[in-house]
């Protein structure tokens, strides 16, 4: 690893200097970091070193790209699914929100139960009774209509514990991890067991991931002419159930190749950890990885596994050292374990939530920048039009052989922002004394742009009249 | 379209000096051409402004690189399906092979017919006998396994009118049209009456779309331990019949997204061409493109629609005025159907069977070329190691904004071709004086590199020192 030789590099300079204390380098070092959220333990390393060894070329562990296919379960894995998964609060809500027209509901169970919010009672009508809740909440209407309710409600619900839309539930160091394997020629696939249609109304927006890229469980649906118009509409029947054995049945259905790394957190992702990582025959040495995420956060997050009744974490876990899955402790190996809140950002908006500022930077070309391109990154007030922009903050990333996006963390002085002021982050990839990219467009941040703009900023630079070819 | 304009500018030049026939004209213009095997016609004509307007940015017609989703019916669309699909010989083929470890079907239809190779004697067992031939030949091994045996059939089988390989008896017109869409930042997903994991044997090669990009009808499986690794059995259940309602459907399941272009050739094909192109309702105004290929080619391939047993055109034939889709007749659109066979050309390796070598210009860059940029391609004689390369043809392509891979086609005196020559091929795009990119690797053509290395060459050009950043 290149990073990991700089760092080696950097140690024996300061310990040859014998000045600056080891606390005081590991911060720039951090910051040059694809995952930056990580602490420095093995699970990171471990990440970071086989993605090295299938992305060079001419090693025997090379990877083509078109077969570099990493999977994700969702719950528990790229998102929080205490103290229910997120879809079971989705079903509960709009069981409530249903409940005027159906005054049968409050008779009969879960219903009953459901619109009380009493989730033991829920849970007591088993599994004819959670069926039944599914049909009702998730069948009868189009596939239109349905992401719709889903996107309405993601708006407006709130995680009980965390106070915040669910959609900010999801875990920052695993959004590193999806960033950092797509800029490594990687496609990255959910393959969970919620519902396709429920996650296909956030994972583009909050992962990145497109919806011909989310596998789930999916129930049968009828083809129909409206008004001279077709729609697909939900029936109330499961078709797949994307869990356990489910998840390599449709990974061999969706994707059709084996996957090269594989992430979970339960005993339901057990088969498809299994089906990536266990090579086929003495001959197969073909690279593969395994990492289950395990809750052991009881205060940042909830610590739970072999006795949990969501996610239950178990045989998985028993296998994982025979298999060499990479088990990560949440408590142990994240920095952090959500990403700043924009809604507590937009609630008030100075002074700032965070002190600095994140994002990736990237260009839409598939090549890597040059060996000793660095991305440079500057936070500037362009408040005044007629002057020029005064830098508040700035930073230099080496590329380091690695492909964009590009992430970054530029930290700033927060007693610099003045609330009416207006600022922009650029960023340019230099070689040299060439300006190779640009960013040709603004990137509003902080005062101005919305709450969170100040994080998991996509900037995208154009190369530059330097280079060639331009746009 | 810039194309239309240089031709238009081209015209006027001409006119006024007045020496050049127009025929002359049309020869260079043709070979710049993404889509050379058509015809210069209204069809061509119509993919071609469709293409241009969702692709132009700040146009109300843009679409975002993201949503651009053109899905291809498989049998019929891009490559033949006559007398019988292609499947339907491999599932004879396979009776035939597997007859000696079944002597019960000798006296079981519709076994006996297979064996007999009596299609008729086939098709009279109908539905139930159709159901036994693919249980037993499609199912009861692994996927592994099954698509071992699909490779090692298309091999060795031949076409019975053109005895060909299947995988050559593939429409070169829609080659083109897969690699112009690629091109134009879309994805290209074949959505197919076919079996999935029948298709995936070949059409990653053949028609260069991946696994994941693969819909198809599909039988049950189960997941095994074997040997302590997974299998996946495929099981003679059928699980989703990826025909007519089932496209949509199988769109909605597989992609999420509604397509932008769709192209079929049979009533198989209306639900998804419904699916594509019906506004939904009165503020729709999104484009969408229909396309149906008609067999019109008795000559060349066959002539079939209302009546025919396999690919029956007849509903989506009347609908397609209404709903403008754009209607192909072979015979008069293409100006050829298959690809020159390879098979031919290794068997008399001179003279050499086309006089054009054909292919794309491409980097590993996700931007347009400047807009002067201009494609150069070279035939070289490089038989002396010491003595510089003899330039055999050369010609320059005018990249007119489009994006790569920009289509080819090199013509060459056959006269000048010596046997124990040996041949490259060379590209470079240029801006001016100044070199772009070029080639960094060897492209061996007609004498060295085997048979059909001469079309379809698919050029790599990497960034030179003139420009950055390199790789």
């Known amino acids: 690893m290149n990073t990991r030789r700089i760092v080696v590099t950097f140690v024996a300079l300061l310990a040859a200097a014998a000045v600056l204390p080891l606390v005081s380098l590991r911060a720039p070092i951090a910051a040059d970091d694809p995952l930056p959220s990580w602490n420095e333990t093995a699970s990171k390393q471990a990440i970071m070193d086989f993605v090295a060894k299938v992305t060079k070329e001419g090693s025997s562990d090379f990877v083509k790209p078109a077969e570099r296919i990493a999977v994700f379960d969702n719950d528990g894995t790229l998102w929080c699914e205490q103290p229910l998964y997120f879809q079971g609060f989705f079903c509960i809500d709009r069981v409530k929100a249903l409940a005027r027209q159906h005054p049968e509901w409050k008779d009969t169970e879960p219903f009953k139960s459901a619109i009380a919010g009493d989730l033991k009672g829920v849970g007591a009508a088993g599994a004819k009774g959670l069926h039944d809740m599914l049909a009702a909440t998730h069948a009868g209407m189009t596939t239109d209509e349905f992401n719709t309710i889903v996107k309405d409600w993601l708006k407006t619900a709130r995680h009980p514990k965390y106070n915040r839309p669910y959609t900010e539930c999801i875990y920052q160091p695993m959004l590193e991890v999806l960033a950092y394997l797509r800029a490594s020629g990687f496609k990255t696939f959910i393959v969970s067991g919620g519902g396709l249609d429920f996650m296909r109304a956030f994972a583009e927006e909050v992962y990145g991931i497109p919806p011909e890229q989310i596998i789930g469980t999916s129930g049968k649906t009828q083809l129909e002419m409206r008004d ?26 969706h994707i059709g190749r084996r996957p090269v790394m ?11 950890l299994q089906w990536t990582t266990i090579p086929r025959g003495s001959a197969d040495h073909s690279p593969r990885f395994g990492l289950i995420v395990r809750h052991t956060d009881v205060e940042r997050e909830y610590a ?31 920095k952090t374990i ?3 809140s924009t809604a507590q950002a937009s609630a008030n908006s100075a002074p700032l939530q965070s002190h600095s ?11 890597a920048p040059p060996p000793h391109a660095v991305v440079h990154i ?23 052989g690695r492909q964009v996006p590009i992430p970054f963390t530029l930290e700033y002085d927060p007693a610099k922002i003045i609330a009416n002021h207006r600022y922009n982050v650029r960023a340019s990839i230099v070689s040299g004394d060439k300006t190779l990219f640009t960013t040709a467009q603004q990137y509003p941040v902080l005062t101005v742009g919305g709450p969170g703009g100040d994080r998991d900023l996509r900037i995208i630079v154009e190369q530059s009249g330097d280079g060639a070819p331009g746009r």
């Open 262 to 272: 594989c992430f979970g957190n339960s005993d339901g992702d057990l088969q498809m």
């Open 304 to 334: 739970y596994d072999r006795d949990s009744h969501v996610g239950k974490l178990d045989k998985a876990l028993d296998e994982a050292e025979q298999r060499g899955w990479t088990v990560v402790s949440m408590k142990d190996d994240w």
């Open 338 to 340: 959500f990403p700043a």
């Open 228 to 253: 001279g118009a077709p729609v697909i509409v939900k029936l109330p029947e499961l078709s797949s159930l994307d869990d356990k054995e489910g998840k390599p049945l449709n990974i061999e259905l």
């Open 357 to 367: 500022i994140t994002g990736t930077v990237a260009y839409r070309v598939r090549i």
């Open 378 to 400: 500057k936070l500037e007030d362009v408040s005044q039009a007629d002057a020029p922009a005064t830098v508040i903050a700035e930073k230099r990333i080496a590329t380091d």
